[in-house]
């Protein structure tokens, strides 16, 4: 029985802005200074137990940054399914088991939250295939840890002690001080990672049983998958249903539950106290500073976060960051949603990041990757100039094309067809400056697009 890992990538990481934010959410993030991100780290902790490659269920919104990001890892689009919209996990576990049935009916199950910390991977590994290879027909089972500490940011799991695995008998949902004192003195309680295995009819069964409305909608809205990009993407009906945590809506209700405990390193890295707890473990940034390619110095005051990014200096004390909802209301009730998006964005061929804007000019700094290009477009209300700052441009204006060396540039004119590719092996940086009467990402008419854009659903 093979082993169908699925990596559930689709978080908004609200709770660690403005760190993350949302077209730029914490698993697509390295928080830990390790050379991959959350995300990554996953993928490659899911390859170390299957030959079969993982399942990634993102948001539609991060197709392109979840591209570039697993492409080194010998991923394709092919590898994932997209989300139309965001409905917490219950949705996205029907979805894997619908999705792996297809090819594997005999398939078991491995759910992934993208967004954990787990430094041994042969202690992973071990405890992997010892829920396989001991887990009961009709049942689920979780991966619990061994607790470091009364915490209060985590679930627990109760159990009745067995050999390898262990009877599930009640779920702590995240306790308060006192609890979370006695519930850390016990024997017989867990941590809950969120690390669901089971075999893939097993758990359609238990969703069948606990949530059928929602399997039946989950189930319309698959059906109706289109192809976007390459990717695969489910029907636009999928917002329809309701939004449930798996565990609540089906796990607590079940009886055939059994856990495996892991003794090793763990963290959910969900909230700034679970990340600045393991980044004093790691010996990571004293003084909680965190920047984007800017020099920042901070001295003293060791109880207080500062993130320094492009578009905005955060400085928070520690004790207020345990409600990050109140921050997100502050900035909805000012005005200021446009700070829970990154100025950098992603698109298929690389990534552009607005410099400076005003009423009546936009200034981007375009980062084309080796062998990319943009489509053949033209603008109705804006003009256009692009100035090459690091490689070699091949620039298409109508029908003539031409090559910019560094240092060169080009105009463009309202409604003239253009397109950018870069020719070399190395990345392509341009410095875009546009100007007229209307600047938004509207304003583009594609005639032809590698990535299937100009074609209309």
């Not at 009916?105 to 491995?110: E, F, H, V």
């Not at 998958?225 to 329809?240: H, I, P, R, W």
């Not at 856990?259 to 707890?277: E, H, I, P, Y």
């Amino acid at each position: 029985m093979a082993i169908h890992s699925v990596i559930l990538a689709g978080g908004s990481g609200s709770r660690l802005w403005p760190l993350s934010r949302q077209n730029h959410p914490k698993q697509f993030l390295d928080l830990l200074g390790v050379g991959d991100t959350l995300l990554q780290s996953t993928v490659k902790r899911a390859q170390l137990f299957s030959d079969v490659e993982p399942l990634i269920i993102a948001n539609k919104e991060h197709r392109f940054l979840l591209q570039h990001q697993i492409e080194p890892l010998g991923l394709t689009s092919a590898n994932v399914l997209l989300e139309p919209h965001a409905r917490n996990t219950t949705g996205t576990v029907a979805l894997a088991c619908l999705n792996i049935m297809q090819s594997d009916p005999d398939a078991m199950l491995l759910c992934l939250p993208a967004d954990h910390y787990l430094p041994d991977s042969k202690a992973f590994l071990e405890t992997v295939v010892n829920v396989a290879n001991a887990l009961p027909e009709k049942y689920v089972g979780l991966l619990g840890v061994k607790p470091d500490y009364a915490a209060t940011q985590y679930g627990y799991i109760e159990f009745l002690r067995g050999e390898t695995l262990h009877t599930v008998t009640r779920f702590i949902e995240k306790p308060e001080v006192q609890l979370a004192d006695v519930l850390f003195a016990r024997s017989d309680v867990a941590w809950n990672s969120g690390v669901v295995m089971a075999r893939a009819q097993d758990l359609y069964d238990a969703l069948s049983l606990h949530t059928p409305v929602l399997l039946l909608q989950v189930e319309k809205a698959f059906a109706e998958s289109d192809t976007l990009y390459d990717f695969k993407l489910v029907g636009d009906s999928y917002g329809d249903i309701e939004s449930l945590p798996f565990d609540i809506s089906v796990l607590e209700k079940s009886n055939g539950i059994k856990v495996a405990l892991l003794d090793q390193q763990w963290d959910d890295l969900g909230s700034w106290t679970s990340l600045l707890a393991r980044r004093k473990a790691l010996g990571l940034a004293d003084f909680n500073v965190f920047n984007d390619d800017k020099l920042v110095l901070a001295f003293g005051g060791k109880e207080v976060v500062l993130v320094q990014s492009d578009d905005i200096l955060f400085v928070a004390d520690q004790d207020v960051l345990s409600d990050m909802s109140a921050i997100s209301e502050y900035l909805i009730r000012h005005n200021l949603m446009h700070l829970l998006n990154r100025i950098d964005v992603h698109r298929p061929w690389g990534q552009f990041k607005v410099l400076a804007q005003d009423e009546h000019f936009i200034v981007k700094r375009l980062m084309v990757y080796p062998g990319a290009q943009i489509s053949l477009q033209s603008h109705q209300f804006r003009r256009e100039n692009w100035v090459v700052v690091r490689g070699q441009a091949e620039v298409q204006l109508d029908d003539h094309l031409q090559l910019i060396e560094e240092g060169g540039c080009v105009s463009i004119a309202q409604n003239q067809k253009h397109r950018l590719r870069n020719p070399n092996e190395g990345v392509l940086e341009i410095i875009e400056v546009q100007t007229g009467e209307r600047l938004d990402e509207q304003d583009i008419i594609r005639y032809d697009d590698e990535y299937q854009r100009h074609l209309k659903k």
